[in-house]
């Protein structure tokens, strides 16, 4: 993709739906608020819809220059859906009628009643990630593809949804790392202890567990080469503080700064992976079903990183840490990653909205 960024025409007006934002910290809502910004840049007008995730926020204000509306989000099934497209139809209905563009991520459903409204309107929906479901359930695949078919154009996170999903995809993405991203000057010596950082969301579908169940497995003596932190937090939140520090979840600042000293880094999706590779860290994944090794497999992270698809192999990996890293060369592996840009990211959303 071409990094240089096309300006659009004066006052172009995009919306976008998602299910969070910012401040809600996440691989999403970064991916949304990154985009977003260079978007501005370019002369998008932009406005966003989201969920009310803490009451303590403003329904409505500014961040960094954009227009972010929120709602409070009915926690209920088929008719909490109902009550979303209501709330959609009452409040923002001159919102989507103004919009050049509407940018939904993941959350097409939420649009279904203002799909009918408004024909004419180019739909763009993006689909990220995996689901943290295996087998998928069929109501799961008919879902994505009817939101895929609701949109005009559709950009998938990684290139196995085609596959899992059956979705033509007219763009794939991985992600994206910033430019700051740093190599601390502690991995040039491969020495112990080896320093562990696990980037995700402390949940059982990430390969964390496997992390988990592969440190207990090893040695005492082993063990104690290690230095395990974990960024994020979930539901194994209190397993993973037995063997290390836990630092919830934390911004993309605080993530570079644990992750420039880090030797190894546990990634729990492909942005975790790109911003480990961006520091230099040898970056480690679990595979635990077919799917997850797809998820890897099929995406160009797979020649720069290490797949395990079982405890014991990551129980290997880990006994030969302190020789995997001595040839590891931390330069090129940086290098390479930082090609995955946010401003190559958005120039495919540009792509995509000029087409």
Not at 74 to 103: E, M, S
Not at 246 to 252: A, F, I, R, S
Not at 335 to 341: E, G, M
Request: hydrophobic share 45%.
């Amino acid at each position: 993709m071409n990094s240089n960024l096309k300006k659009t025409g004066a006052h172009k007006n995009l919306l976008i739906i998602t299910p969070y934002f910012h401040p809600h910290l996440g691989g999403v809502e970064k991916h949304v608020l990154k985009t977003s910004l260079l978007l501005q840049k370019q002369g998008w007008q932009i406005k966003i819809i989201t969920r009310q995730h803490d009451p303590a926020l403003a329904t409505q204000e500014q961040v960094q220059g954009l227009f972010v509306n929120r709602f409070s989000f009915p926690n209920l099934r088929v008719l909490g859906l109902i009550l979303i497209w209501l709330k959609l139809l009452a409040r923002y209905f001159r919102v989507f009628k103004q919009a050049d563009i509407i940018q939904v991520h993941d959350v097409m459903v939420w649009c279904l009643l203002m799909r009918l409204l408004f024909p004419r309107k180019k739909f763009v929906l993006t689909v990220h990630g995996w689901e943290g479901v295996y087998p998928i359930p069929l109501k799961n695949i008919w879902l994505k593809q009817l939101s895929a078919r609701l949109a005009n154009k559709v950009i998938c996170v990684g290139a196995f949804i085609k596959k899992y999903y059956g979705i033509n995809c007219d763009q794939v993405i991985l992600g994206a790392v910033a430019d700051n991203i740093v190599i601390g000057q502690e991995k040039k010596k491969a020495t112990s202890p080896i320093r562990i950082v696990y980037v995700g969301r402390l949940a059982k579908d990430t390969g964390l567990l496997m992390l988990l169940t592969a440190y207990q497995k090893l040695p005492i003596k082993v063990q104690q080469t290690l230095n395990l932190s974990f960024i994020g937090d979930g539901e194994l939140r209190s397993q993973c503080s037995t063997v290390g520090e836990v630092l919830g979840m934390v911004d993309e600042t605080k993530i570079s700064t644990q992750l420039a000293p880090a030797h190894l880094c546990f990634a729990s999706g492909y942005l975790s992976a790109l911003e480990g590779l961006s520091a230099g860290c040898l970056v480690v994944v679990g595979s635990a079903n077919q799917l997850k090794k797809d998820y890897w497999s099929m995406s160009e992270l797979t020649s720069k990183i290490k797949i395990c698809e079982t405890e014991n192999e990551l129980v290997t990996l880990l006994q030969q840490a302190q020789q995997l890293l001595a040839v590891y060369d931390v330069t090129a592996v940086s290098a390479w990653a930082k090609q995955y840009n946010w401003q190559n990211i958005t120039a495919a959303y540009s792509e995509i909205y000029s087409s």
